[in-house]
């Protein structure tokens, strides 16, 4: 059983920035990809970015150029820089982690609020 912990997450003012980390815990366990998710209220979960274990970043279109997804493979941690936010990055997020075998982990979600 892996575990996910996330920190990171406030009250931050339009056009500031917030570091988001998420570490990674358990037995036995190699992860293929982590990413980071987001919900807004009445919203559905939606793909921020992701990084596999040895390939490149992907990013939603809403964040590329102002969000950075980074991980540590022999840490297990996975982080999001954001940059330049918004109101409507206001969310509940979410870190996700994807073993090799192909079991799905999520954190307990940490909430960003970005208003003035």
């Known amino acids: 059983q892996v575990q996910l912990v996330e ?4 009250l931050v003012q ?16 190699i ?5 980071w ?3 807004a209220a009445g919203k559905e979960r939606e793909l921020v970015a992701l990084r596999p274990r040895g390939g490149s970043a992907n990013y939603a279109d809403s964040v590329r150029g102002r ?9 297990n ?9 918004k109101p409507e990055d206001t969310a509940i997020y979410y870190c996700n982690a994807k073993t090799i075998q192909g079991h799905d982990y999520w954190g307990q979600g940490t909430p ?4 003035s």
Do not use: E, K
């Not at 920190?7 to 406030?10: A, C, D, I, L, M």
């Not at 339009?14 to 366990?29: I, Q, V």
């Not at 941690?77 to 936010?85: A, E, G, I, K, Y």
């Not at 960003?112 to 208003?115: L, Y």
């Open 67 to 75: 969000f950075t997804i980074s991980r540590d493979n022999a840490r």
């Open 7 to 10: 920190s990171g997450g406030g």
């Open 77 to 85: 941690t996975v982080s999001l820089q954001m940059n330049s936010l």
């Open 112 to 115: 960003v609020t970005v208003s």
């Open 37 to 39: 998710y987001r919900q």
């Open 14 to 29: 339009p056009g500031g920035s917030l570091r988001l980390s998420c570490r990674a815990s358990g037995p036995g366990f």
């Open 31 to 35: 992860i293929d990809t982590m990413a």
